[in-house]
């Protein structure tokens, strides 16, 4: 019966229509600079969404809810509501609404063009400018950020939207 609600769910955030679920080695989510949909599909989940109908939503696309979920009211940008995945997913909410995304390893997704994969070796980015951060190295693709860590020399992280990083 949950699973039933949940899928109730993605047809209402969606808009009134469902994606065919992907096999656990596919990606299941198409990230966009503005949200987040499933792939095959031109619905999106946008940021500005509600956080409850969101997280039903990205829950029934994934087959599971988050690991855990957290209000963090040190961000500069005021308090901010993160639900954490086991497969390096992270949604970001503030005042109910759905604002922002950040994944990391193992997370697999199908990105725009522009966007640069996770796990893309620091050598493949070819003439992409990379600016030194406290975090590492950061540079802008695909309407997206995407950090380079110093000890990997690889694309660790990648997010759109309201994040709370400390530089």
């Not at 503005?34 to 969101?54: E, H």
């Not at 966007?115 to 070819?126: H, K, N, R, S, Y």
Request: aromatic share 8%; hydrophobic share 45%.
């Amino acid at each position: 019966m949950r699973g039933l609600a949940a899928l109730g769910a993605l047809v209402f955030v969606a808009g009134c229509a469902t994606a065919p679920m992907a096999s656990r080695d596919a990606p299941s989510i198409q990230l966009t600079e503005t949200g987040l949909g499933p792939v095959g599909s031109p619905l999106q989940i946008d940021f500005g969404r509600a956080q409850q109908g969101v997280l039903d939503a990205v829950t029934a696309l994934q087959g599971e809810g988050p690991r855990d979920a957290s209000v963090n009211g040190e961000c500069g940008a005021g308090q901010v509501f993160a639900a954490n995945w086991d497969n390096g997913l992270t949604l970001n909410f503030q005042n109910g609404q759905f604002l922002g995304w950040v994944v990391q390893a193992p997370f697999k997704a199908a990105y725009p063009t522009g966007a640069v994969p996770l796990g893309t070796a620091e050598a493949d980015l070819g003439g992409l400018t990379l600016e030194d951060t406290s975090l590492g190295k950061e540079f802008f693709g695909g309407g997206m950020w995407h950090l380079v860590e110093e000890d990997r020399a690889q694309v660790t992280t990648v997010w759109s939207g309201l994040t709370c990083f400390f530089r």
